[in-house]
């Protein structure tokens, strides 16, 4: 597996912040056309990275997502700064969820977002303490 | 199934550009639940939806989905709207709540997403 990376890309995601979540995502998706990947994989990243990018809006005082793109693959990485998730296996199950009332509100926090990035990721891994924070890397292979 | 047949069938408003109406729909799915969106809905898909904040768009937009129609007489704030234009992606409102204005589409052929 080769370490080259063609292009990466940061984003700060604020907490609580609806009126632009998604952005990120959007710019992504934008980027992985322009490098002319095939449509699966850009539908497929772009799943991950809004689920991604709404999970640090709800439930995360914040955090930063970054796109690396290599050759071979598509690693979408978020790190946040708390709180944490209590239990993992948890969260990762469908259906389960802690979202408030306003993430619903929007039309989120049905439990699917954690198992919807695992199923559309070809590597996924998560690791979180809880009163520090979690990482989530989510990668696509390429051809 | 043309955009253009789902708003005479449903007697909905177009809220952006009417060219958009030559759209082809190949399925639909009616769901007031973005996450679930997110999970089971194929590109060539017509949204039917009661919410009308920011995400709705952006769901769409990550999906391919390039028609929502909103039930009940909603209708999005224009920024919303210019969420929408700028990504390509038309926009119908209806009268009719979300069950009677998927009854009408599957009576005329329009079928659901499988996720069987």
Redesign the interface.
Known sequence: MTEEVAASFDYQIEKDD??I???A??HI?KILKQLGLPNPLI?RA??I???LE?NLVIHTLGGSMRLEVHPDRVVILTEDIGPGIEDVDQAMTEGYSTANDTAR?????????L??IR?CSDEFSIRSTLGEGTWIRSEIHVG | MKLREVKEILDAECLTDEACLDHEVEHAFGS????????FVD?NTLLL?G?V????I??A????IKQIVFVRGKRPADGTVRLAKA?GIALLSTREILFTACGKLYEKGLRGVSIL
Do not use: C, H, W
């Not at chain 1, 509100?105 to 049905?110: D, S, T, V």
């Not at chain 2, 007031?32 to 999970?39: E, F, P, R, W």
């Not at chain 2, 937009?61 to 391919?64: A, G, K, P, S, T």
């Open positions: 609806f009126k979540a998604g952005s995502s959007s998706k539908r772009s799943i990275a809004y689920e709404i509100e929007m039309g989120f926090g049905a439990g699917m977002g198992p919807n199923r | 007031d639940l973005m996450s679930d969106v997110l999970a590109e939806t919410l904040n920011p995400q709705v952006r769901t937009e990550m999906m391919d990504n």
